[in-house]
């Protein structure tokens, strides 16, 4: 039973490693992957990774902070179709400003996981500027955050769309 046992162990390691193989990039990277370290090491002409026996966690990027860049709204509103954005996430409370509209207001949080989070906007100075009352959603990709906006004024629906940076 032990050979057995052990011929099934290699297996699942080789498994394993087939699995991370397409994440090799250079020889000597470490890869973490199902929370096991895998190092990127030569095997004849192929770059595989070769497992570790070491545990090793993610580091989830946080959606906290400032977050700011330029939104673009179709179909186009009164100010335009281009404004700027200023969105702070915070563990328990979220708001948005519209710098170049000159208004904002709070957010109230409607769901959220580690990498993205929906927010329904209140609009509470500017009203006249802004359209109260979108929902927004915002997800993490490549260190920036991915930003839209839908809502509607007078029965027409608006959709807004951003890339926003960490500031």
Known sequence: MGKLAAVVGTMMIFAAAGEASAQCVKEG???????????????????????????????????????VGSGHQSPAGDAGADWSIAMTIGDDAASIDYPSLGCGGSLSQTSRDDTSAQFHESITYGQDKCIDGGDITVRFYKGNLSWTWVGQADGQPYNAIAVLTRQ
């Not at 929370?35 to 030569?42: N, P």
Request: proline share 8%; net charge negative; hydrophobic share 30%.
């Open 29 to 67: 990277d470490e890869l973490c992957q199902g929370g096991q370290t895998y190092r990127c090491e030569k095997a004849g002409s192929e770059l595989a990774p070769i497992f570790q026996n070491r545990p090793c966690t993610v580091n989830v990027p946080s959606l906290a902070g400032t977050w």
